[in-house]
């Protein structure tokens, strides 16, 4: 007959679990369903072998917290890229021609515009846009930008003929 004898005083599994506790706390939002079962299976044992329940309890406290601040953080950055914003191309150049994305995902061109030209549109915070502008053969400058909520967040200057400025982002991660 096999006895098993188990030390009460012991902490293993707790710590076990409260270590796998912090370590989620850095890994991949992917995967915080294998954490969440790891510490949750070691955090039972320790609370029923060991004998100081402290860090099961804290490990799955710590879990507990870190799997709601990510559910927390996912509905922030689901209403930013819901949000509408508004958003500005500017382009100023001697003579160009400007390609950009419209409010409903398309490319919109326009040929041989001179000075300050702009453009305001409401673009939802997942949108990928850009904004391209190409100075004429005898131009000498060529500047895009990308305003969101009347802040410059993307600017570019080309000089030369032919060159080109171009600027990119999403409205929700400029």
């Known amino acids: ?3 098993q004898t188990t030390n009460k005083k012991s ?5 076990i679990a409260l270590v796998v506790s912090i370590v989620s706390l850095f890994a991949p939002v992917l ?21 100081n329940k402290i860090p ?19 509905e922030v950055q689901q209403a930013a890229k819901e949000k509408l914003y508004n958003v500005r191309y500017k382009v100023i150049c001697e ?3 400007i390609s950009y994305t419209n409010d409903t995902g398309g490319t919109n061109k326009l040929e041989d515009k001179k000075g300050v030209w702009f453009i305001d549109l409401k673009i939802g915070g997942d949108q990928f846009i850009y904004l391209s502008a190409q100075n004429a053969s005898y131009s000498k400058r060529v500047e895009a930008q990308i305003l969101i909520d009347d802040l410059v967040v993307k600017s570019e200057v080309s000089e030369g003929g032919y060159s080109i400025a171009s600027v990119s982002c999403r409205p929700s991660n400029p």
């Open 56 to 74: 099961s309890i804290v490990a799955l406290v710590l879990f507990g917290l870190a799997f709601w601040s990510n559910i927390k953080m996912d």
């Open 11 to 15: 902490t293993l599994w707790g710590i």
């Open 1 to 3: 007959m096999i006895t």
């Open 31 to 51: 995967f915080l369903s294998l954490f969440a079962i790891v510490v949750v299976i070691f955090a039972i044992v320790g609370l029923v072998w060991d004998g």
């Open 95 to 97: 003579s160009c021609d």
